[in-house]
């Protein structure tokens, strides 16, 4: 290889590696901010999507902001701009995100319009799990000798899911109570006491009985596994 060949691409890749970050930084990034006129804050991008993760960089917001009892907070790391409360209209910040969790919210109302979203390495903890909902179980004592637990079909219950029950016993007699009792659960009516309770209760695996503490052979189970 010629030494005036190899200059040449020494130069070439020199121009290749500062091209590559510089052409990086001039991409002009753009999003849009708006609030109001109702109680609604978002930032958006510009395909209008919401915006939940960006890359670290140089951005320019247009921000909108709608009505005079509403305004654009921006902040996180290095970064605090906000409109006034009382200001109606169009303005434009250049900002610079780095790695980190940023926020922007109305200032006059901070608990319902809010939204956030993470730059570079940063990412924003995934949403809470909603709980499963408690089954209904349904527990009935009397009148006569009749002691029962039912599901929300209305079927006898003998074999359950573990987990969360509302348990909500109707006690229609004044001899016997309802008593439930399993690993985790001892619950009863009063004996003399008629109307309906209601109990959150867990079950796990194993047997769960019930029974009249008045008259023990009025009595019932079921399994949960
Ligand atoms: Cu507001």
């Keep these: ?82 409109t006034d409360i009382e200001f109606v209209g ?3 910040w250049t900002v610079t995100f780095t790695d980190g969790i940023y926020a922007y919210n109305c200032d006059a109302h901070p608990s319902l319009m809010h939204g956030r979203f993470a730059v570079g390495t940063a990412s924003l903890p995934p949403p809470p799990k909603p709980k499963p909902k408690a089954k209904k179980l349904l527990a009935s004592v009397g009148p006569g000798a009749r002691i029962s637990v039912k599901t929300s079909s209305g079927a006898r219950a003998t074999k359950l899911k573990a987990g969360a029950y509302v348990l909500t016993v109707s006690d229609r007699s004044k001899a016997d109570n309802f008593h439930l009792r399993g690993t985790g659960v001892n619950v009863a009516t009063g004996v003399a ?13 194993g047997t769960y009985r019930y029974a009249s503490d008045r008259h023990s052979a009025l009595k019932g189970s079921f399994l949960v596994g």
Excluded: C
């Design 1 to 82: 290889m010629s030494r005036r060949l190899s200059l040449a691409l020494l130069v070439a890749a020199a121009t290749l590696t500062f091209a590559l970050p510089g052409s990086a930084r001039t991409a002009q990034n753009t999003l849009n901010g708006t609030v109001g006129p109702g109680f609604t804050i978002r930032l958006t991008d510009e395909s209008g999507a919401l915006v939940s993760h960006l890359d670290p960089g140089t951005y320019t917001i247009n921000v909108k902001d709608q009505a005079d009892i509403h305004n654009f907070d921006l902040h996180g790391p290095g970064v605090s701009e906000q």
């Design 90 to 92: 169009t303005v434009t």
């Design 193 to 205: 006491f008629t109307g309906s309770k209601t109990w959150r209760i867990r079950l796990v695996k």
